[in-house]
């Protein structure tokens, strides 16, 4: 947690998209995420709250489907970014905390979150929150790891399981570290993504 809260995320944001699972400007890097992602969230066009949203790459893969995005993120400048890089589609960025980001009533069928969890202090607590965020029927999308061998930061995906099963009726582990084209790269470390029914 504290090397992502050392992080100024603003002075990240115009080099935050150089990174081929970031910005997703390879076009083999972009259709791995795509392929997941679609597999991922509904088949009908839906409501989809995009927490820690960067830049907007996953957004846009999701508003190109039809699907209606909200992204939020603490950073202006990434706010700014996604912005530009999705208008003219159906979708709204907020600035705002990814723990409690500003929805007000509204209701969302996706939960989107990619490599934000594993940052935050307590993520029991952040995992109930999200999940009243949800519709009946909706379903949390989180994509995590575990980095590094040396000082390792992450969360565990057996760890994440564990606190989403009281929480959810329906829930799938991804293991993604074993597919290059999603990082542009081979990884030797924990990625993953679990998707969870409520």
């Not at 997941?36 to 989809?48: H, I, M």
Request: proline share 6%; charged share 30%.
């Amino acid at each position: 947690m504290a090397d992502a809260d050392r992080v100024d995320w603003d002075a990240e944001a115009d080099t935050f998209d150089d990174e081929p699972d970031h910005g997703l400007r390879d076009g083999v890097v972009r259709e791995a995420w795509a392929e997941r992602l679609r597999a991922w969230l509904p088949e009908t066009p839906s409501d989809v709250l995009d927490l820690g949203c960067g830049t907007g790459s996953l957004a846009l893969l999701a508003a190109e489907w039809g699907h209606h995005v909200t992204g939020i993120d603490r950073a202006p400048r990434m706010v700014e970014l996604a912005r530009a890089k999705l208008a003219g589609r159906d979708a709204v960025f907020l600035l705002g905390d990814a723990t409690a980001p500003p929805v007000g009533e509204q209701r969302f069928d996706v939960v989107l979150v990619r490599h934000v969890l594993w940052a935050l202090p307590d993520p029991g607590r952040v995992l109930r929150h999200w999940r009243g965020l949800l519709r009946p029927g909706g379903r949390l999308v989180l994509v995590e790891g575990v980095w590094g061998t040396l000082s390792p930061a992450g969360i565990p995906a057996d760890r994440l399981a564990a606190l989403l099963e009281p929480l959810t009726s329906d829930l799938r582990v991804e293991r993604l570290s074993d597919d290059a084209r999603l990082w542009g790269r081979e990884v030797a470390d924990e990625r993953y993504a679990v998707v969870a029914h409520v």
